[in-house]
């Protein structure tokens, strides 16, 4: 059972605590006994802990907030019955849907500490609510609209001012016909609890929506759909081609492009649709995907979703299409995930923007080049916040041996990356001289190349004008390359924009139908983003 | 008179309400934050003011500081000094100000029971409230206050909810059950077993779900509860609580272990009826047949295909759950035809939570340690990424290398190469090189061209690499060697090279190799006395790890030495006159002079046994075989393969705890008594009117639910094999059924309805209410009596004669609540 609840910023600050009970321990004594079992650098990095035989506490980071939910568990109960219970994930995921739940329940895209410390009474309300005795509570309570109805929110000011109108109006009939009423006095409005008085809140059955019936002016659908992909990409050197070229060039390699191979190693999509519903009545969704020859494995949906319907219309017929029907929360909500696999796709053509680099460049054969071409497209302006982090290698296996134990000796701080030439952004080095970031304006049109050349520099000149005297290597080849053992070795970027899905699903149709036609279904706005993220791709050096 | 003067402080009242709301759309003008800094401000005096005065919002007001101070962890106030003051607005008519109040006392209660005491009445008061949420409230709130007096007060109330017509107000009687048993087992619990058997029979699948959680906490053990709701229970899993889901697939996995026979295996090739069944193996993955097929009992099956289902859902609580089941109760082949084990991959690599990741890539090595085709398809997802932080790329390292086969293994083998070159990260290094390792039992060609690869590495001078990765290289390298030296004699060649160039600096890489030629001199002696020549110069430069194992090899060849000349006469060989007798002798000398106690020691030790002749022992202690050096080598078969699993986390092991099928079942048709012949359940909701003319119907129609389900039935459906086995769900004739219902209690009831609730207020009346309520019941099976379908009208009166029981009961429980 959970004793306790703390929300704490990276730095383990608290922002929020939650003691159900006279035995739940404040967060300054919760931390100062971890502190005592724990290495600082564990309670940073561990996400289980335990702190007595029966007592547990895990940590949940959410990315998206930057916050850590701390949780305290006791197994006491459990110990008097044979039968073990072993909670693996539990904890973990339940403090992941309260993070999922009290954005949706605040309508923020990101929590910050300020929303959280402002509104401390309502968050206790809600872990009061989805908490009881120490376990989750069951039977769809976990839903933002669910909680919204029993705890609603502050509303904003527009809404209030009409709304303490509507009450003057209301107390002043009231206490004309108050015993009409039953149970209504003047002095209780404002609360709007209590104006719903015998409406059962489950009489429809989708319990995910809000039992509040507030008519929306304007009917609005709007799905949002996020891809993010996960790729490592292998680049195919031509030894011999490639060594030819080098004697020879000292420009800029934008041509040469389609000379190296791109395989795809290992790398996936994953993608997730988030909804928002402004829809009024029970209406029922049917969203038609066009799944442009990608196959998507089993995805996985909210509660709001037909399963039965999914199976019978897209399992096992090898469509074009995804058909998906649901019932949409009021509000926010997330609908499906879906992920697409990329591994054993021969094109090298993911994601809009392409990147190449090489080695042993310029005079000295120490420069390097990377070229990033931005594809023009018509449905995608810009990019955004485009990096590319660049690592560089001892370049060991090529090099010569004895050529290498001489450097061993060598310290690696005397190497340093030198920019010579940069058509867009600022280059910042790592804090080893073996990382660099290439930092690009947060907004890059599409249809530009841009280039980045630069050299490591061996900063110590004894052993750069080294000239080969140490080594009698009878190859040529060995030789050209004792001047440069560091290479950069793979590439990194990552960005994200909006327009088109690197999956290249589209949504073909989105049909809402309604039991009573009040609205006519055409007037009802539907709207659709895409958005891209490239969170990892990685560009390796055969 | 005196109504004129009402009038008047009624119109006061008003008007200063007003004025409040006037004021609060003031502060409401500056936004939250400016709200919370004027309650910070806030002086105790101030608080205790507010708390006393008579309008709700100031009450708020202070209530809202209370729960921020006790949120925040703010030392500076303490709250408890208000606790008086904060019990008595448990009358207020707001509920808001009710659940703070109700919050305060959760914390402080215990510590003044007496005081929160005071508050019992008043939530009393509000059990018969017309709102279902402020009912469940007073519920909750009652069965919170953990005060020994009331237990009998939370029994009676739970007793008179358990039939409560909204399914929250169920859901927090079975809530209450488990706060009762864990509070006061002993007394109470034959009482509250059962209650809580009766609220089994619930037909909502939200009661449901709660009654799951309060099974699995309360009445773990008690399998034989479910003997009647089994198949209800999978019919419905589709509609619970994703949480109640796992809960629910776990008990059903021990419930199916006890009370179902065995699947049996058949080979459907085998042409003698009799032959080819054989039941379940007890181990994962040990089934003879190349081609079977799963016979299970039918309620068996029915389980299985309906958790199939489950995996769509976004929880991967259930998807553990689900895969622990196949694991549990088919075959591999059933387990990676139901996909769950990509779905499980799937929810592994996506997630962002580290909590989640770890356990399920821990799971992931269980289940392909066991059998590693269900994850042999999909072995790329277990190659790095560049993010992954070192936990996860350790665990998938560990994963792919049981995914290793032919096919594969050419470009695992590519990637591990330049995980291990390129990698910063010394423990992922070493997973690497592990995985690399472990490549090698595939072929004696690839075992060599690992090995040659190590010490091309090492050659290379990746002196950058730190002493623990090294090491690692010498052990791998060790390891392989000595699973058969003799195929390897190149490779221990090329090490000697290595100690000799000074290629390998790593004091403990050193001594590993060192240590390796000592093993290799029983089976390739000519090669070790010239390796101890060559390093024995150098043996002051050593570090203290290789000079202890030079001192040993010296020992170990001399010992080899002896032996083999024993049979020898004196004049062909003399023990002062060998070579290696010397270069040992010579080593001793040196050790007896070491920085190290314990290299001196061992020198001593060593050279006592030599000194006093004693060469038996010396090849007893030197030339002992060391077969458990090389750990957890394939051969032992035998130990239960979940035993063998060192690495994995003790927690996932103890999930993933295979339990064993209980023998002795009777195959429960035999005596012509159906143990899971369903008990019906009670659907409370018919209670309800509905208002909402467009109410969307849940699956779960009533005709499934009510009428008890047949052995034949369920056959049926499970031949459908779901997909179509469902429903049609929104749109279906239930739905229209469901409108015309409503539209008629619409019209008929609406002005009864605040009557019957606001009666039900009053114990004395509560009589009339049942009177009410059956009649309503009447009606409402004449309308369904329309609809034409016999069984609903038998079952439908059935639970006429219950309810009426159960509400005859509550009515006494009020009048005894209403002390």
Known sequence: MYLSFYVTDSNNGLIFQYLPSASAPTYSNFIIKLKSIYQDTDINSLSEFQISKYLKSFKYHSQQNNLDYWCLTSEENKDTSRVKNVALIDPYVFMEGIDELLMEYFDKEVLTIKKLTNNYDRLTMIFNYIIDDGEPRLGAVMYSNKVRDVIPLQKDLTKFISSTAKNITDVVSTTTASDLRGGFQPGTFGNSSRGRVGIDRDAGKALWRSATKEMYTKEELYLDFVESVHLVLQKHHHRHKGSKKRLSRSGYINNSLNSSQLTIVHGYIHGSIEGHSLLNGTPTVELNLNNNGTTIDTPSFHDCVNCDDYINDNEGKKLLNTKVTFIPPDGKFHLMDYSVGLDGIASNNIGLISVNFENNLGINNDEFEISVNIGGSVKVPSIKNLVVDLSFVEDMLSSDDRGSIANSVEHSDQYKIKIINNTHGRFSSGIEWSTGKWIFDSVTPTGTIAVLRGCVENTDDVAGSDDNGSHNSSEAKAAKKTNNHKVLHSVDIRYEHEGQLVSGIKVNSIEVTKANQSVNPKMIFKGVKYISRMKECEIREN | ?819
């Not at chain 2, 000074?502 to 010239?530: M, Q, S, Y």
């Not at chain 2, 029981?805 to 509550?810: F, L, V």
């Open chain 2, 1 to 819: 008179m005196v109504d004129s003067i009402s009038q008047i402080t009624s119109a006061l009242e008003s008007a200063k309400a007003i004025t409040f709301e006037a004021a609060a759309v003031a502060t409401s003008k500056l936004g939250e934050s400016s709200y919370t800094h004027y309650s910070k401000n806030l002086s105790t005096q101030q608080i205790r003011s507010l708390l006393n005065s008579r309008n709700t919002r100031e009450v708020k007001d202070a209530m809202k500081r209370l729960l921020s101070i006790l949120a925040s962890d703010d030392t500076s106030t303490d709250i408890e000094i208000f606790f008086s003051d904060v019990v008595k607005n448990i009358t207020s008519e707001d509920i808001k100000v009710k659940r703070m109040v109700y919050i305060y006392l959760l914390r402080y209660a215990e510590k003044d029971p007496n005081l929160a005491l005071l508050s019992v009445n008043a939530i009393q008061k509000t059990l018969a409230d017309s709102n279902s949420d402020i009912r469940t409230f007073a519920l909750r709130a009652l069965s919170d206050i953990k005060i020994p007096s009331l237990a009998p007060i939370v029994m009676l109330t739970l007793k008179k909810y358990m039939t409560d017509p909204s399914a929250d107000v169920r859901c927090e009687a079975a809530y209450s059950i488990m706060k009762l048993y864990r509070w006061k087992r002993d007394e109470l619990e034959a009482d509250i077993l059962e209650q809580f058997t009766a609220l089994m029979c619930d037909s909502d699948p939200r009661v449901v779900s709660v009654v799951l959680l309060v099974f699995k906490e309360c009445f773990p053990e008690r399998l034989e509860l479910l003997h009647g709701h089994y198949r209800y229970y999978c019919q419905i899993i589709n509609k619970l609580d994703s949480w109640a889901q796992a809960y629910l697939v776990e008990t059903l996995i021990r419930y199916c272990k006890r009370y179902l026979p065995k699947p049996m295996v058949i080979d459907p090739t085998s042409a003698e009826p009799g032959q080819n069944k054989v039941p379940l193996p007890d181990k994962y993955n040990q089934i003879t047949f190349p081609v079977y097929e799963l016979e299970m009992h039918p309620d068996l099956l029915l389980f299985i295909n309906s958790i199939k289902k489950l995996r769509f859902s976004s929880n991967p609580v259930v998807i553990l759950a689900c895969c622990n089941a196949f694991y549990q109760l088919t075959t591999p082949h059933d387990f990676r035809d139901s996909g769950f084990p990509k779905v499980l991959i799937r929810s592994a690599t996506r997630t962002t939570n580290d909590g989640v990741k770890t356990s399920l890539l821990h799971s992931i090595l269980v289940y392909s340690k066991l059998d590693s085709t269900l994850f042999l398809e999909t072995y790329r997802d277990f190659l790095l990424l560049p993010h992954d932080n070192t936990a996860i790329a350790t665990l998938k390292l560990e994963i792919l290398s049981t995914l290793i086969n032919d096919t594969n293994v050419e470009l695992v083998l590519r990637e591990l190469k330049k995980y291990i070159k390129y990698q910063n990260n010394t423990q992922v290094t070493i997973a690497a090189s592990q995985t690399l390792a472990s490549c090698g039992r595939l072929s004696i060609a690839l075992e060599t061209h690992i090995m040659k690869w190590f010490i091309k590495v090492m050659e290379n001078g990746k002196s950058n690499q730190p002493n623990e990765v090294l090491d690692c290289f010498v052990n791998i390298i060790r390891k392989l060697v000595s699973a058969n030296p003799r195929r390897h004699l190149k490779i221990i060649l090329k090490l000697a090279d290595l100690l000799k160039s000074n290629h390998v600096t790593a004091d403990n890489a050193r001594a590993g190799i060192i240590w390796l030629f000592g093993e290799i001199a029983g089976i390739e002696f000519k090669i070790c006395p010239d390796v101890l020549r060559m390093l024995i110069p150098n043996f002051v430069y050593e570090g203290p790890e290789s000079r202890m194992q030079l001192i040993l090899l010296s020992a170990k060849l001399a010992s080899y030495e002896i032996d083999a000349n024993r049979d020898k006469p004196s004049e062909e060989y003399s023990i002062d006159e060998s070579r290696i007798v010397k270069m040992f002798k010579y080593l001793v000398y040196l050790g007896k002079f070491d920085d190290s106690y314990n290299i001196r020691d061992s020198v001593r030790y060593l050279a006592s046994i030599f000194d006093s002749g004693k060469f038996e022992i010396a090849s007893l202690l030197l030339q002992a075989p060391k077969p458990d050096v090389w750990g957890n080598s394939e051969s032992d078969q035998d130990v239960s393969p979940i035993d063998n699993m060192k690495n994995v986390d003790s927690d996932v092991l103890l999930y993933h705890n295979y339990i064993s099928w209980d023998a002795d079942v009777d195959t429960s048709q035999e005596g012509g008594i159906d143990l899971r012949e369903s008990i019906p359940t009670k659907d409370y909701d018919r209670f309800k009117k509905s208002f909402s003319s467009e109410g969307y119907s849940s699956p779960n129609s009533r005709s499934i639910a009510q009428t008890s389900i047949s052995h034949q039935d369920i056959l049926q459906q499970s031949e459908k094999v779901s997909p179509s086995g469902g429903s049609n769900n929104y749109t279906s004739n239930t739905g229209k059924k469901y409108r015309l219902q409503s539209l008629d209690e619409f019209f008929s009831d609406v002005p009864e309805r605040p009557l019957a609730k606001k009666s039900g207020g009053v114990p004395g009346k509560r009589k009339v209410v049942t009177v009410v309520e059956s009649s309503e019941e009447e009606s409402e099976t004449d309308s369904s009596g329309e609809e034409g379908t016999d069984d609903e009208d038998e079952s439908s009166g059935e639970e006429n004669s219950d309810t009426a029981d159960d509400a005859s009961e509550t009515s006494t429980d009020s009048e005894d609540s209403g002390l």
